[in-house]
């Protein structure tokens, strides 16, 4: 099972930016979609951004135009840069692989990483 490792959280002011990674154990080249979620305290695990080969990407309404998720194959990482960063993102974000795409809808693959905590405020 591929093992993924969060990194880049922090504690940032509103407005502020950060930019997490999630490191692979293996190869991601043959992985179709890797995306990120999120668990803020007493809220349901919801995705925020996922990305396809190809290219293809989705972001959660509240996030768009403020975050950005990419992947490096050669790397073996996927990105997730964040801007603009309110109150209302603080959670613990957690890395998720093979996303799997059907019928319009994303479903988590069996591998998580360990999550890392953003907490934005002032």
């Known amino acids: 099972q591929l093992q993924l490792v969060e990194s880049g959280g922090g504690l940032v002011q509103p407005g502020g930016s950060l930019r997490l990674s999630c490191a692979a154990s293996?190869?991601?080249?043959?992985?179709?979609?890797m995306g990120w979620y999120r668990q803020a305290p007493g809220k349901e695990r919801e995705l925020v951004a996922a990305?396809?080969?190809?290219?293809?990407?989705y972001y959660t309404d509240s996030v768009k135009g403020r975050f950005t998720i990419s992947r490096d194959n050669a790397k073996n990482t996927v990105y997730l840069q964040m801007n603009s960063l309110k109150p209302e993102d603080t959670a613990v974000y957690y890395c998720?692989?093979?996303?799997?795409?059907?019928?319009?809808?994303?479903?988590?693959?069996?591998?998580w990483g360990q999550g890392t905590q953003v907490t934005v405020s002032s």
């Open positions: 990305i396809r080969s190809g290219g293809w990407t």
């Open positions: 998720n692989a093979p996303l799997h795409y059907y019928g319009g809808h994303y479903y988590s693959g069996d591998s």
């Open positions: 293996g190869s991601i080249f043959s992985i179709n979609g």
